[in-house]
């Protein structure tokens, strides 16, 4: 079972930046696919970026330019990098996580998540 905890969220002032952290544990027996959603107030969840078992990354359209995923390898923290914050990256968090499909792909269906860390950028 993989377990996933979320931190560095907090408030902000728009133009500041914010590194959310997500510790992986657990039984873990290959590389890990993963990535970091967001949901804001009233809207649904969406995927902010993605990093394969090959440390490949990608970016929701939306998104790039001011978010930055990364992570060393499985066993050590996924990051995300916010910069130039904008009162509309004010939301709720979640680091995700799945194991590879058999044909060596990430798709985006998760089966592990976190609790979520809160950003809340002032303008």
């Known amino acids: 079972q993989v377990q996933l905890v979320e931190s560095g969220g907090g408030s902000v002032q728009a133009g500041g930046s914010l590194r959310l952290s997500c510790a992986v544990s657990?039984?873990?027996?290959?590389?890990?696919?993963m990535a970091w959603f967001r949901q804001a107030p009233g809207k649904e969840r969406e995927g902010v970026a993605f990093i394969d078992m090959n440390g490949s990354t990608t970016y929701a359209d939306s998104m790039k330019g001011r978010f930055t995923i990364s992570q060393d390898n499985t066993k050590n923290p996924l990051y995300l990098q916010i910069d130039s914050l904008k009162p509309e990256d004010t939301g709720m968090y979640y680091c995700?996580?799945?194991?590879?499909?058999?044909?060596?792909?990430?798709?985006?269906?998760?089966?592990?998540w976190g609790q979520g860390t809160q950003v809340t950028v002032s303008s």
């Open positions: 657990g039984y873990i027996y290959e590389r890990l696919c």
């Open positions: 995700a996580a799945r194991y590879p499909s058999y044909g060596g792909s990430c798709p985006k269906s998760f089966d592990y």
